[in-house]
């Protein structure tokens, strides 16, 4: 793997509660914000957008299940700001709300 998409992986993965906009993550790796996408999508499968919703829901997952958090804390800690935007994420990646999910 390219070791600027390996960077980017690194930070998406270490940090996914960071505020990492596209723009971003291109700076990191030196490249710009479309050719990272490019570059991105054909090594990992995914554009970073994507990967980086991919890493937060499930560190929300294992949140959810694993500590004594409450909803908001956990989409806090995330890096979500909006309560409404992290339920329509839970429904659409694990086809439940987050209260659901924490329940389980």
């Known amino acids: ?4 998409i390996q960077r980017v992986v690194a930070i998406i993965e270490r940090d996914p509660h960071q505020r990492l906009s596209l723009v971003t993550l291109a700076r990191t790796a030196g490249l710009s914000s ?11 499968g995914v554009t970073p957008t994507l990967y980086l919703r991919s890493v937060r829901m499930r560190m929300a ?5 694993d500590e004594q958090l409450s909803i908001k804390e956990v989409r806090a800690r995330i890096g979500l700001e909006s309560d409404s ?20």
């Open 34 to 44: 479309s050719r990272l996408r490019h570059k991105f999508k054909l090594e990992v």
């Open 85 to 104: 935007y992290f339920t329509h994420l839970c429904e659409r990646v694990y086809g439940h709300p987050p209260s659901r999910i924490k329940k389980r």
């Open 1 to 4: 793997m390219d070791p600027r």
């Open 61 to 65: 997952a294992e949140l959810l299940r």
